[in-house]
């Protein structure tokens, strides 16, 4: 079959358009309900014509408004008689002459809301060159019975099409908290930081905690909030020379500060946990810099931690931290900041808010911002700050360098980008697993 589509236009009144063509305009009306001696104006205003009409008459200089009359504003007509164009035009079009009219003039009434232009689409249908009374059957292949048999001669064969999509072959597919975390990753080596090895999960409580200059008795290393070991319980092989320097500074003070003054065990620190934060592997990393001579680095990870939370929508009792660390003379607070804008910028994020707070192992130390457009508000994304002497002189690093840092999680921005209000149906056994074959490629900067 053929088709050939027809559009047609014409002019159609509306209803105020046919009430006027039937009974005249506004403006005509209100001229003819004036009669020689005036007519008030409140009076005018109580007809349903008269707002419209008056506004219209009063433009075409038909009437004139005397305000100083006795007993209130009177309107008197100026001309008399008149011709009501609008009615004669309207006229026109309700006989099908709209043709007679000019553009503009059909433009005026439209915009009057007295006509509008209908466009009526048609379809001629006619018999094509393969037209048939009967269906035939197409075939999608040649079998080798045809072959054999010579039938293929008289069958129709329904033609390839090299447009069509091929099926998906089955393939594996990346979960989407891996996408943005290869993401982070690529932001990272794009900045020149090297990254750190991870592939520790079980640590022990001195490189977790006492090496940060978090003292025994910090609440987040009571039970309630770590992981600790039955077997093996205890770690060893601490070097010597930098576990007394530690326990010095914790117990006793030094290099400018009066410690926590507290007898230290080391019992307290050989037990081991499952690490709370991959910044104890930050201290090991600046520990083995202390031991050569210093040349400034930026290193970064982004790997497994663990906390004995109470699990709910939004935490895991096991979840990912971002870090990055820069160590090199004289860093300051504004290092951190100008890093943090460049480093959240990468990831399309560049309103950012900064606000004090407390670490045991950073001072000063900076809560991050940033404002959430689909929430209309500012939430928090992550931690940063300067390590304290406390914590880097005791591994030997020169008095004159500073290192600061900055970490966030990896779940968290990952649930925003995908619109996932749970986290476990982001991790754990209530996944989606069609969510995870479905999900694009996730683009932290779009």
Known sequence: MDTLTCLLSHWELLGEGTEIAEQGSHEARVFGSIPPEGLGQSELMKLSFGKIGFSKAMSNKWIRVDKAHEGGPRIFRTVEDIEDQVREKLLLVQRGNSSKLEEKEKNEL????LLSEVTVKSYWITKGSSFSTTITKLETELTPEMIANGSWKEKK??????????VAPDCGHMHPLMKVRTQFRQIFLEMGFTEMPTNNFIESSFWNFDSLFQPQQHPARDQHDTFFLSDPALAHGFPPDYLERVKKVHSEG?????????DWKVEEAQKNILRTHTTAV?????????????????????DRVFRNETLDATHLAEFHQ????????????????????????????????????YNPYTEPSMEVFSYH?????????????????????????????????????????????????????LVGHKVNLQMVYDSPVCRLDS
């Open 157 to 166: 064969f329904k033609p390839y099409n090299f447009e069509a999509m091929g």
């Open 282 to 302: 930050s201290a090991r990393m600046l520990y083995k810099l202390a031991q050569q001579k210093f040349t400034p680095v930026k290193y970064f990870s982004i």
């Open 322 to 357: 971002i870090e990055g660390v820069v160590a090199d003379y004289g860093l300051t607070l504004g290092d951190l900041m100008g890093i943090l804008h460049e480093f959240f910028t990468k990831l399309g994020i560049t309103k950012l808010r900064f606000k004090p707070a």
């Open 254 to 262: 030094g290099y400018g500060s009066q410690g926590y003054k507290y």
């Open 110 to 113: 439209k915009k009057r809301k």
């Open 373 to 425: 457009e689909g929430l209309k508000k500012w939430v928090e994304l992550g931690n940063s700050g300067v390590f304290r002497p406390e914590m880097l002189l005791p591994m030997g690093l020169p008095e004159d360098v500073s290192v600061i840092a900055w970490g966030l999680s990896l779940e968290r921005p990952t649930m925003i980008k995908y619109g996932i209000n749970n986290i476990r149906e």
